[in-house]
């Protein structure tokens, strides 16, 4: 019912930036109506997924200690977008990006939770 596309990765040298994107959109009759969390979320090859940024409807942010200070989270309500800004990136940024969005309100009133994009990876060379 809800789909969720990640768009914006590629590949960079240390100390670029990049800025990805996510959108959510509901593939029934008028769709989403609200999503209360929206965020980034990475894994890298051999280590578990961690948070990167989380972002609340009210704009409430959270963010993974090892991205403070150079990753920036801001959403779109109205576009049911969230991006992700991230400057002064290292090599160990390099990992693949997913989305996620949680407790989202359909307009049927229905609820849905814990929804992933398919990811996209970043890379960062030194």
């Known amino acids: 019912q809800v789909h969720v596309v990640e768009s914006g990765g590629g590949s960079v040298q240390a100390g670029g930036s990049l800025r990805l994107s996510c959108t959510a959109s509901?593939?029934?009759?008028?769709?989403?109506?609200?999503?209360?969390?929206m965020a980034w979320y990475r894994q890298a090859p051999g280590k578990e997924r961690e948070l990167v940024a989380a972002?609340?409807?009210?704009?409430?942010?959270r963010y993974g200690d090892s991205v403070k200070g150079r990753f920036t989270v801001s959403r779109d309500n109205s576009k049911n977008t969230v991006y992700l800004q991230m400057k002064t990136l290292k090599p160990e940024d390099t990992a693949i990006y997913y989305c996620?969005?949680?407790?989202?309100?359909?307009?049927?009133?229905?609820?849905?939770?814990?929804?992933w994009g398919q990811g996209t990876q970043v890379t960062v060379s030194s």
């Open positions: 509901g593939s029934s009759f008028r769709g989403i109506f609200s999503i209360n969390i």
């Open positions: 996620n969005v949680d407790r989202v309100l359909m307009y049927s009133s229905s609820w849905l939770y814990d929804l």
């Open positions: 972002i609340t409807s009210d704009g409430i942010t």
